[in-house]
C-alpha cells in the first residue's frame, strides 16, 4: 500500500517577525529600481529633436573641439564617452557636421585616422531624428570589402551605440543562411559585405530598403573596383535614389564613371590630409630592402627570429603561399607565436585567429590583401611586405596597419633588384618617402637544410610548396605594369629550391591576347593554352609551363642591342644549332652505302623514289591494329581458360560435399564414432566378406563397385550397435 504523510499543522503565529514570511521563509528586502538615465519620455525626446534640428544649420565646424561640442543626442554622446572617444580627429571634425546636414560625403583620410567613427555618428543621429523603430525596418546599410572589416565595425556600433533602441545586424559570408533570413526584416542597421547582401536580395522575400535612409562604403575605392562590379551595380539597382550616400576611404576613387553608379547629388569632398607632405602617417618609418627571390624565405625566418618579442604582420600576394610559409616554419619553431589569415579560411577559424591576434602582443600573422584594409589591429610593431604590392594604393593600406591614431611604427618592403627602380618612382609620386636599407649577411640564418627533409617526410607539405610556388608566378604574371613584374626575369630553379623543391615544378604561362604583345615575348617564354583551367579555386599546379632557358641560346639584351631595332629574322639566324639539329640537316635520306670486307666503302647509292612518310603511316596503323587485335584475341583466350578452370574446380568440390553428405547423418544428436579406429585393421576382413554376401542376391554374380571410404565403413559398421556397446568396445582398445 502506498504510504501518505499526515498533514501536521503548524501553530499559528499571530504575527512574523521582519523579514519573516507567514511560512517562515526569510525574504530579501525589496530595492528600489536605478532610475536609468537614457530613458526619456517622448515629449523629451521630440524636444531634444527639434532642438538638434535646428542646430545643424547653425553649428560650425571651427568650434567644435570636443564631441560634446557637436549637436548630438545625449544617447550617442554618453556612449561615446563609455568608449573613452572625447576628443575628434580630424577627419571626424570636418566629416560628421556636413553628414548630419545630410549631405553627400566623399572622404578621403590616411590609415588609422578614426574614419569609422566619422560615419556611425551621422548613421545614429539620422535614425535618432527620424524616430526610427524597429517596425520602420532597414534604415541604413553599411557595405565593406572583408568580413574583418565588417566585424570590426559590428563591434564598434555595439560599443557606442548601446544607448540607442536601434536593431544591427553582422550579415557575412560563412555564418548561418537561414538564422539571417529569419531576422532580415527586423534590423534598422545592416553592416554586410557585397556577395552576402546580394544572395539576400535575391533569395530573401522578407528583405525590404525602401525606406533607407543612409548608404555607407567604407574602403569605396575597393567596393567599387573591378572585384566588385558586378555585385555592386546589382545592389545600388536595387537601393531607393533618394537617400544619403557617405564613402570612406584612404585612397578614395574619384573616378566620374564610379560616382555616377552611385547618384550622388552634390557631394562634399572632404580631404584634411591631402595637402600634407605625406600621404602616410608621419610616425611610420618606411624603409625597403632589395633580395634575390631565393633569399626572400631566409630573410624572413631571419627576421623573425631576430624580432621574437614584437607584434608583426607579413604580407604575401597570394594564400597558398600564406599556407606554405606557416606550415613550414611552424615546423622550424619559432620562439614566435604564428597566425595565418587568408581567403579560403572558415569563418569562424578567421574570426578566432582575428581576434586571438588583438589580445596577443608577440605574435606574427601571415596574410595576404585580406588584412590590408580597414582593420584597427592593435599596437602593431612591424608591418613586412614579403611580396611587392601592385600599385601605390596597396602598399599605402598594407603600411597602414601600423602607426594608426598617433601611435609609432615600422613598414619594411621586401623588392627584387628588377623591382627596385619602378616601385621606388611609383612611390615617390604618391608622396610616400621611403627609405633603402642593406641587409647583413652575417645575420641571415638559412633553414633551407631542414625545410629539404620535412618535405621529403611529407608529400603534403611538398605538395604546397609546389602549389605555392606556381601560385606566385602566376601573381606576378597576371600583374599590370609589365615595367616592375617581368616574369622572364625570375630564377625559377633558384626560387624552387628556397623553397625545398629539389625539381622545379613544371607550370604553363597563359596566352597573352593580341599580335602585338605575343611579339614582345621573349624566346625563352613558351606560351601555351588551356581553356580547362579552374580559376582561383583550382589546382594551380599545371596552370602554368615555363620552358628553360637554353644556356645555347644568344641574349640580345646582354649584348647591348635592342630588341626593337633587330628584325625577328636576324633574332633566329643568330641562334645556335645544337648537335641534334646539326646531325638531322647533314643526313641524307633515302642512301644505301655499301662497304667491302675491310670496311672501305665500295658505293653509294641514293634512291631516286623519296620515302614516303605517309604510306609508312599507314603500314604502321595497320600493323598497329594486328596487334591490338592478337593481343585482344590473346587476353580473350586467357579469361576463357581461366573461366574453364574454375568452373571444373567448382565442379571437383561440388562432387567431394555431395559424397561427404552422403554419409551424414541426418540426426544432430548422434554420437560422434571418428574418434574410433579403423574396423578393418581391428577385426580383418570378417565384416567384408559379410557384406560381400548379403549384396548377392538370387544367386547373382556381385557388381564390382568403388572401395568404399574409411568414413562409410565405419557408418555401416557400426550402425546398429548401442552406446553402451561403443563404450565397451572404446575400453577394450584402451586396454
Request: net charge positive; aromatic share 6%; with cysteine.
Amino acid at each position: 500500500m502506498a504510504k501518505f504523510k499526515e498533514k501536521v499543522k503548524r501553530p499559528f503565529k499571530s504575527k512574523p517577525s521582519k523579514g519573516e514570511k507567514p511560512n517562515g521563509k526569510v525574504s530579501k528586502p525589496k530595492q528600489k529600481p536605478k532610475p536609468d538615465r537614457f530613458k526619456f519620455s517622448v515629449k523629451d525626446e521630440e524636444a531634444e529633436i527639434t532642438r538638434l534640428s535646428e542646430l545643424y544649420s547653425t553649428a560650425k565646424v571651427d568650434e567644435t573641439s570636443k564631441f560634446s561640442d557637436f549637436p548630438l543626442s545625449k544617447k550617442t554622446v554618453q556612449g561615446l564617452a563609455q568608449g573613452q572617444y572625447r576628443v575628434p580627429t580630424a577627419i571626424q571634425r570636418q566629416s560628421i557636421l556636413p553628414a548630419l546636414q545630410g549631405k553627400d560625403i566623399l572622404a578621403a583620410a590616411k590609415t588609422g585616422s578614426g574614419k569609422t567613427l566619422a560615419f556611425l555618428i551621422p548613421v545614429f543621429e539620422k535614425l535618432y531624428t527620424n524616430r526610427w523603430t524597429r517596425l520602420d525596418g532597414l534604415g541604413a546599410l553599411i557595405i565593406t570589402p572583408t568580413r574583418e572589416l565588417a566585424l570590426q565595425i559590428f563591434e564598434t556600433v555595439a560599443k557606442i551605440g548601446k544607448n540607442h533602441d536601434f536593431t544591427t545586424g553582422l550579415i557575412i559570408g560563412g555564418q548561418n543562411l537561414k538564422f539571417e533570413k529569419s531576422r532580415l526584416h527586423q534590423l534598422n542597421i545592416i553592416i554586410c559585405t557585397p556577395g552576402r547582401l546580394l544572395q539576400h536580395m535575391d533569395t530573401n522575400p522578407l528583405f525590404d530598403c525602401t525606406n533607407l535612409k543612409v548608404l555607407v562604403l567604407d574602403e569605396a575605392d575597393r567596393c567599387l573596383d573591378m572585384g566588385f562590379q558586378t555585385a555592386m551595380n546589382a545592389i545600388i539597382e536595387n537601393l531607393p535614389t533618394t537617400r544619403q550616400t557617405l564613402l570612406f576611404s584612404a585612397t578614395q576613387t574619384k573616378s566620374v564613371k564610379d560616382l555616377a553608379r552611385l547618384n550622388l547629388t552634390d557631394p562634399v569632398y572632404i580631404a584634411p590630409h591631402e595637402k600634407e607632405e605625406y600621404t602616410t602617417p608621419s610616425r611610420l618609418q618606411q624603409n625597403y630592402v632589395t633580395v634575390e627571390l631565393s633569399e626572400k624565405l631566409t630573410m624572413l625566418w631571419s627576421f623573425l627570429k631576430s624580432h621574437s618579442k614584437q607584434k608583426i604582420i607579413v604580407f604575401f600576394a597570394t594564400c597558398k603561399q600564406v599556407r606554405y610559409h606557416y606550415e613550414i616554419f611552424r615546423k622550424l619553431r619559432p620562439s614566435i607565436l604564428l597566425l595565418p589569415l587568408y581567403g579560403g579560411m572558415n569563418q569562424e577559424k578567421r574570426n578566432k585567429i582575428y581576434a586571438e591576434f588583438c589580445s596577443r602582443s608577440n605574435v606574427c600573422l601571415m596574410a595576404t590583401d585580406v588584412a590590408s584594409r580597414g582593420l584597427d589591429f592593435p599596437k602593431v610593431n612591424w608591418v613586412v611586405q614579403l611580396d611587392c604590392p601592385e600599385d601605390a594604393t596597396q602598399y599605402i593600406h598594407r603600411a597602414g596597419r601600423t602607426a594608426r591614431l598617433n601611435t609609432a611604427g615600422e613598414s619594411l618592403l621586401v623588392l627584387l633588384p628588377q623591382e627596385e627602380e619602378g616601385v621606388v618612382a611609383m612611390l615617390g609620386r604618391t608622396k610616400v618617402p621611403i627609405n633603402k636599407i642593406n641587409v647583413d649577411l652575417k645575420q641571415l640564418f638559412s633553414p633551407l637544410v631542414k625545410i629539404q627533409s620535412f618535405l621529403a617526410q611529407s608529400p603534403e607539405l611538398k605538395d604546397t610548396a609546389k602549389r605555392a610556388f606556381v601560385a606566385y608566378v602566376k601573381s606576378v604574371a597576371l600583374m599590370k605594369d609589365k615595367s616592375v613584374f617581368d616574369v622572364s626575369k625570375l630564377d625559377l630553379d633558384a626560387f624552387a629550391k628556397s623553397l625545398g623543391l629539389l625539381v622545379t615544378p613544371r607550370v604553363r604561362f597563359l596566352a597573352r591576347k593580341g599580335g602585338d604583345k605575343a611579339k614582345n615575348v621573349k624566346t625563352d617564354v613558351k606560351v601555351t593554352v588551356d581553356d580547362g583551367d579552374d580559376g582561383e579555386d583550382g589546382s594551380d599546379d599545371e596552370l602554368f609551363t615555363v620552358k628553360k632557358k637554353n644556356a645555347n641560346d644568344v641574349d640580345l639584351d646582354s649584348m647591348g642591342e635592342s630588341s626593337e631595332e633587330v628584325p625577328v629574322e636576324k633574332k633566329e639566324s643568330k641562334k645556335k644549332l645544337t648537335k641534334v639539329k646539326l646531325l638531322k640537316k647533314a643526313l641524307v635520306t633515302n642512301k644505301k652505302i655499301v662497304f667491302d670486307d675491310g670496311g672501305n666503302t665500295v658505293e653509294e647509292v641514293v634512291q631516286e623514289e623519296a620515302y614516303d612518310i605517309e604510306k609508312a603511316r599507314a603500314q604502321l596503323r595497320v600493323a598497329d591494329a594486328e596487334d591490338k587485335e592478337r593481343y585482344k584475341n590473346l587476353q580473350k583466350a586467357k579469361r576463357i581458360a581461366k573461366k574453364e578452370k574454375l568452373k571444373r574446380k567448382t565442379e571437383e568440390d561440388e562432387e567431394e560435399q555431395e559424397e561427404v553428405d552422403e554419409f551424414a547423418s541426418d540426426d544432430d544428436h548422434s554420437v560422434d564414432l571418428n574418434w574410433l579406429p579403423d574396423p578393418d585393421k581391428v577385426y580383418g576382413n570378417g565384416a567384408g566378406d559379410e557384406e560381400k554376401e548379403e549384396r548377392q542376391v538370387d544367386d547373382k554374380p556381385m557388381v564390382s563397385k568403388k572401395k568404399p571410404s574409411k568414413k562409410r565403413k565405419i557408418a555401416e559398421t557400426l550402425s546398429d550397435i548401442t552406446l553402451t556397446e561403443a563404450e565397451q568396445i572404446a575400453l577394450n582398445f584402451l586396454k
